[in-house]
């Protein structure tokens, strides 16, 4: 089997409208959405977005029996410090194959709102990595650790700077995440769209140095343009740190892929 996107929306988030078919048309190998679980959300006026569970599971049911791959279900789960309670009663109801942990926002605004491109830099960058840290100690209960950098997307950060303010941080949080048995997401947007690739090449290697084994990539596609985009690059920067293989999951089981 060959390595497939894990980091995919449809119009089962709050800000896709992506069809599977769209997704199935362009693959053969099994199909995995992820989408937003989001309470009290900034970037949608403070709304509890949660996809409807049941309507999902059907619309994948319906879909497996027209279509030869697997599909399996996923879920990002945007932390939210208040309101973790929601999040694990929500995640109860439901069967996943595979769980995104993902850090958007501080619970006044999303962190690619423009709101932050007027307040200090460095401040910014050091409040995404210590709320980040302590969220991750409070909530893990995930598969993966998605776009670790979402915090800095829209700020010019370069890896002296990452690494000076938030270097500490951010080997906590790998630590963190490789005792969890969190893996570590290549998001794809992240690197190209958000232009953040030297971040991708400074962060690896502390997950590797944490004892980290276990790599996702992720397009984090909310349209189906975007489906598995620089896949290639994303490898070629794990081949240049030694790493070989991708981790899949289904059932939250990890298997490893070799690319
Ligand atoms: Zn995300
Ligand atoms: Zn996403």
Do not use: C
């Not at 896709?16 to 769209?22: G, I």
């Not at 932050?116 to 960058?125: G, P, R, Y």
């Not at 906590?172 to 953040?196: C, H, P």
């Amino acid at each position: 089997m060959a390595y497939y996107d894990q980091h995919v929306h449809t119009y089962f988030s709050f800000d896709s409208d992506a069809q599977f078919e769209d997704y199935l048309a362009q693959t053969q190998q099994p199909l995995v959405t992820t989408e937003h679980l989001e309470f009290g959300n900034p970037d949608d006026g403070q709304r509890d977005d949660q996809p409807d569970y049941h309507a999902y599971k059907n619309r994948i049911a319906a879909l497996s029996a027209q279509y030869p791959q697997d599909i399996l279900r996923g879920i990002e789960v945007g932390y939210n410090p208040n309101r973790v309670a929601d999040i694990r009663t929500y995640l109860a109801a439901g069967d996943y194959d595979l769980t995104l942990l993902s850090f958007h926002h501080n619970g006044r605004f999303d962190y690619q709102d423009h709101y932050f491109l007027e307040q200090d830099k460095q401040t910014v960058v050091q409040d995404y990595y210590r709320d980040m840290l302590a969220g991750l100690r409070d909530f893990h209960d995930a598969d993966v650790l998605a776009h670790f950098d979402y915090g800095v997307r829209i700020l010019e950060v370069t890896p002296d700077e990452l690494a000076a303010w938030a270097g500490p941080e951010l080997r906590a949080i790998f630590d963190l995440a490789v005792q969890y048995g969190l893996a570590f997401e290549l998001n794809t947007k992240s690197m190209f769209r958000w232009e953040n690739l030297p971040l991708y090449e400074y962060a690896i290697p502390l997950y590797l140095a944490a004892g980290g084994t276990r790599f996702t990539i992720g397009s984090d596609a909310h349209r189906s343009d975007a489906f598995q985009n620089h896949f290639d690059e994303a490898k070629a920067l794990l081949k240049r740190n030694g790493v070989t293989s991708l981790t899949v999951y289904r059932k939250h089981e990890a298997s490893s892929v070799t690319f």
